[in-house]
């Protein structure tokens, strides 16, 4: 499970912490002629091989970077405008079946016992999934209706705003769950829905009220699902 864990977060590193906006566009643009293709391959190959910290791991780690580099042509190549969700959800299911592949395959076969600080592992792993990559999932998921707020030309909300907060949300309730809080949860909830209730109401607009509310259930009940799984992960190791 360690050994997975780390495998995670390398793939949540290379694929969406470390991944500029820049190298994906290019990508999307240059298909396999892209040289910003051929550095995330790199990059998931060495972050596998550091966070894992075993030679012998080391043609896993080139088997791993391969097989993400494969699975990346094949959505630069078959994805479209109106496809890109789809294939986001089975970009991502892919790499995460070849890292489960390869971490019961090298469990299994390796004869280096595995030692590590086991609950830095997954507490870093889980807090890291609930920032950037969680973003980047929802704003794919809901990107299919994207509403425009009819005073949308008098907005004045903060640059990214929203997804920073949207961040620090999920981190509060993974801490909140990990310390048996849970009641803060529904007090999160409720205060955002206040401060949200205004300027939904003053812009009137019933599609960016329902396209809100399912982006903030979205993020928490991955937030929620996140903090159930870390603390029953660190329960197990305890």
Known sequence: ?????????????GDFIWQPNSWVKDKEANKHKSIYLYLHILLHGVLAAVLIGDIGFIPYAILIAVTHGIIDLIKLNFQKTKTKRTWFVVDQIAHLLILIGVALFYHRNSIIPFFGLNDFWILITGFLLVTKPTSIFIKTIISIWSPESQNSH??????????????????LIVCFILTNHFEAIGFLLAAKSIFRFGDLQEAKDRKLTEYVMIGT?????????????IQALLLQLS
């Open 1 to 13: 499970m360690i050994l997975f864990v780390k495998l995670l977060l390398a793939h949540l590193l």
């Open 154 to 171: 008098q907005d004045n909300s903060l640059a990214n705003a929203g997804n920073y907060i949207g961040i620090l949300e999920r981190l």
């Open 217 to 229: 259930l979205i993020s928490f009940g991955i937030a929620i699902v996140a903090g159930l799984v």
